[in-house]
């Protein structure tokens, strides 16, 4: 990766790059010996072709078709019409950032040189990534065992159908090719399955996710270190030695974290009002958090392994001068682990929601019930646990594995999925749940902190405090506290932190 522009070779994608590509825009090229793989399975294509042997969504279709021949006069025709047969997904719509990591995704399975699509159709994924052409795609209609409900949106595109965001304008597929310059493509034998026939949806999704999901902890920290300054908590379960002899590595990781932003703050001095242990939501938290954290680490290696190998059936395989019939659509490799982050998660939505029913309770913090400036006359955060409540019970809901719920299709032909796509999906949905519960934790935290008056904060939570009140200010009167969670949300969200992840700096 070098000036903003990344080099794709079908062994290297990273979740970073990847973030490069679908969010920030980073225009992507390709090296002639990836380009030198594209065209040797494309030769084999052919090769095959001539012999009379018998290729699923060459010269056979596809899924109950497969013992139905396809004449090559009609090659352009059948693959028009299996990408348009294939166009079944159903709203909402992909967003421009997910459509560009589905692109990069699959384009970087292309170049893997197993797939056999035409060097041209791999020429317009490069093309639509480069000049900003991001094809309608359906977010629902993939059961997760290679995404061909949906993926076809791009197909239609490339050869001057579907519909398209270009500079802005959303546009017919063949008006989008004109106005950057670019015509329709003649399809030829395998293309349209090449097209539809990979999981780019489901893992871009994923990689996403799991991207976001690193984000959202790193925030988190800050916030739950603030609401300790609030809790006046103790510090003893961060110690290093103790969680230095627990040896899990995210929880020693998660740990020296918190210790690091809350460095100054006065919890680092004894106080007789200070209680013994804290609750274990606030105890537990680096363990919790830790546990997360090795997670997403299992996730990624999944997840980059799947970006850099091929999910085609059939698998050409140039060497050997043959393609061979495979399973290796099946990604229920990282789909298990997807769904493993969504119950860590989970259990982080349970955590900082029990966090949230302490730290407004007198009990506990020895400040005022709910946190109001003034009891009797200011009903404060009495109320607000409703919504988090309701928050919580959505993450519960979405962490419920999905990959176990599917129907025989095709014939029976189709027996297996795994509902990667929605796995993902869900994934991100408690995510973003998790964004509001947060919020409402560092309302909370800042109106503690804001009664208690320590003496001191730490050197990152002082930050957060200070830029967090530029935003919503104390709470010295009862208002819309919708208001407040949306503009609390949003801040939480777009707040600046640097992390430390795979031994690279990194500014969020």
Not at 85 to 111: K, Q
Not at 153 to 166: F, K, N, S, T
Not at 255 to 268: H, N, R, T, V
Request: glycine fraction near 8%.
């Amino acid at each position: 990766m070098e000036m903003g522009r990344i080099r794709l070779t079908g062994e290297t994608l990273n979740l970073k790059e990847l973030e490069q590509i679908a969010v920030h825009r980073a225009s992507v090229e390709i090296g002639e010996e990836s380009w030198s793989r594209v065209r040797m399975a494309r030769e084999l294509i052919f090769t095959l072709d001539k012999r009379g042997v018998a290729v699923y969504g060459l010269n056979r279709g596809v899924g109950w078709n497969k013992d139905k021949k396809v004449f090559s006069q009609f090659y352009d025709r059948y693959n028009r019409n299996l990408l348009r047969s294939h166009m079944i997904g159903v709203d909402p719509e992909c967003t421009e950032e997910e459509v560009r990591a589905m692109l990069a995704v699959r384009l970087n399975g292309f170049l893997c040189g197993h797939t056999g699509v035409s060097a041209e159709i791999v020429e317009y994924y490069l093309e639509f990534l480069n000049r900003g052409i991001h094809p309608v795609v359906k977010k629902r209609g993939s059961v997760g065992e290679a995404d061909i409900g949906t993926l076809s949106g791009i197909g239609l595109v490339i050869i001057g159908e579907g519909e398209a965001w270009y500079r802005g304008e959303r546009m017919t597929g063949d008006k989008a090719l004109a106005a950057a310059g670019l015509e329709p493509l003649l399809l030829g034998p395998k293309d349209g399955l090449g097209v539809v026939s990979s999981n780019a949806q489901g893992a871009a999704f994923a990689s996403l996710g799991l991207i976001e999901a690193r984000q959202f902890i790193e925030r988190y920290r800050r916030v739950f270190c603030l609401a300790l300054e609030g809790l006046n908590g103790v510090l003893d379960p961060m110690d290093p030695s103790v969680n230095r002899e627990r040896r899990f590595g995210g929880q020693i990781e998660s740990a020296k974290s918190c210790l690091e932003i809350l460095k100054g703050s006065y919890l680092f001095d004894p106080s007789e009002d200070r209680a013994l242990q804290d609750p274990l939501s606030f105890r537990g938290q680096s363990a919790v958090t830790g546990a997360v954290m090795d997670a997403l680490t299992y996730a990624e290696e999944q997840l980059e392994t799947e970006l850099n190998s091929t999910d085609d059936n059939p698998c050409l395989l140039p060497e050997e001068d043959r393609m061979c019939g495979s399973s290796n659509f099946e990604p229920l490799s990282w789909v298990l682990a997807v769904e493993m982050v969504s119950t860590g998660l989970a259990h982080m939505s349970k955590m900082i929601c029990q966090q949230l029913l302490r730290i407004g309770d007198p009990g506990f913090t020895k400040l005022n019930r709910f946190l109001t400036p003034e009891e009797g006359a200011v009903i404060a955060y009495g109320t607000i646990q409703k919504t988090f409540s309701c928050l919580d019970a959505e993450n519960r809901m979405y962490a419920n594995p999905c990959s176990l719920d599917f129907l025989s299709m095709a014939g029976h032909i189709e027996d297996l999925a795994t509902n990667a796509t929605m796995a993902s999906c869900n994934m991100r949905k408690i995510i973003d749940n998790l964004y509001y519960i947060a919020a409402i934790e560092l309302m909370h935290a800042a109106q503690a902190v804001d009664l208690r008056k320590p003496p001191s904060l730490g050197e990152e939570t002082r930050k957060l405090f200070e830029a967090y009140r530029k935003v919503v200010p104390f709470l010295c009167e009862d208002r819309n506290l919708s208001c407040d969670i949306e503009k609390t949300y949003e801040f939480l969200k777009e707040y600046n932190v640097t992390i430390h992840s795979h031994a690279k700096t990194e500014v969020l």
